[in-house]
Structure formats: structure tokens, C-alpha cells
């Protein structure tokens, strides 16, 4: 999870690197940052309505008690790392920004490692939710997208 991050930021040191649109980036991350902390509040509250039934559900349900304290903590790192993301791009917009408005180097490295891992929180945490959705709703399996029919 940190390796791709870690390797697609080193490439952005390389010579010619940059990003050549960081205003577009940065509108991207704050409405992320904006989306993971709403779906937190679903999750919670999904988390919430699993507490409520524990006592009748205790072994059952714990493993969809587990991925959605998981995928929690997984959806309030990348607001974090979105925020980070956003800073990061207005400091290279401030200090680091090329004539042409783009921004390079570490400005850029930092951003783009922190953009990748946002992503692939984003990537990790959607079919997360729909599953603890489609657990926790009860959902037919000919309609929960699961179903291995004919």
C-alpha cells in the first residue's frame, strides 16, 4: 500500500517530471477529502446499527463489525492524506510552481505519492462498503451482485 506511492513520488523526481495541471488535482483531492469523511458517517452509522444487534448476533456478525472498523480508519487516513495532498499542492503552487504553472520536484513528488494512496484507498474502500451494504441490509443474493446464478 505504501510501495506504489512510494515509487510513482520517486518517478515524479525525475528530470521533466511534472504535474502541469495542479489546480485540477487539487479540486480533485478537496472533493475527495469532503467524500471519504461522508461515507465515514455512513460507515458509523452502519458500525452503530451492528452494536444495536450484537448482543443477538454476537459471533455472526463480527466479521462485519471488523471490516467496517477497518474500512473506518482506511476512509479517515485518506481525508487526511487528501488534506495533505491539498496542502501540499498549494505550497507548490506558492513556492514551487514553473513559469507554465505547473509544479515539479519535491512539491510535486510529495503530492503525487499522496494523490496515488488516496487513490488506492478509494479503490480499497468501494467494494468494502458495498459489501458491509449488501451484509447488513440483507440483500438477495439475485440482486446483491454476488450471485454466481447459471
Not at 487539487?26 to 451492528?50: C, D, E, I, P, T
Request: proline share 3%.
Amino acid at each position: 500500500m505504501i510501495l506504489v506511492p512510494g515509487i510513482v513520488g520517486g518517478l515524479m523526481l525525475l528530470p521533466g517530471a511534472k504535474i502541469s495541471t495542479p489546480g485540477s488535482l487539487l479540486a480533485g483531492v478537496a472533493l475527495l477529502a469532503g467524500s471519504f469523511l461522508a461515507a465515514w458517517g455512513q460507515v458509523s452509522s452502519m458500525r452503530l446499527k451492528l452494536t444495536e444487534r450484537a448482543e443477538d448476533f454476537k459471533t455472526v456478525e463480527q466479521i462485519d463489525r471488523d471490516s467496517l472498523d477497518e474500512t473506518a480508519a482506511h476512509l479517515l487516513v485518506a481525508s487526511l492524506m487528501s488534506g495533505g495532498t491539498a496542502l501540499w499542492l498549494v505550497l507548490g503552487m506558492n513556492f514551487g510552481a514553473n513559469a507554465d504553472g505547473s509544479i515539479s520536484g519535491p512539491f510535486a513528488a510529495i503530492a503525487t505519492a499522496f494523490a496515488v494512496y488516496v487513490l488506492l484507498v478509494f479503490l480499497i474502500a468501494i467494494p468494502r462498503l458495498y459489501t458491509a451494504y449488501v451484509n447488513i441490509n440483507k440483500v438477495r443474493d439475485e440482486l446483491s451482485g454476488t450471485h454466481k446464478g447459471r
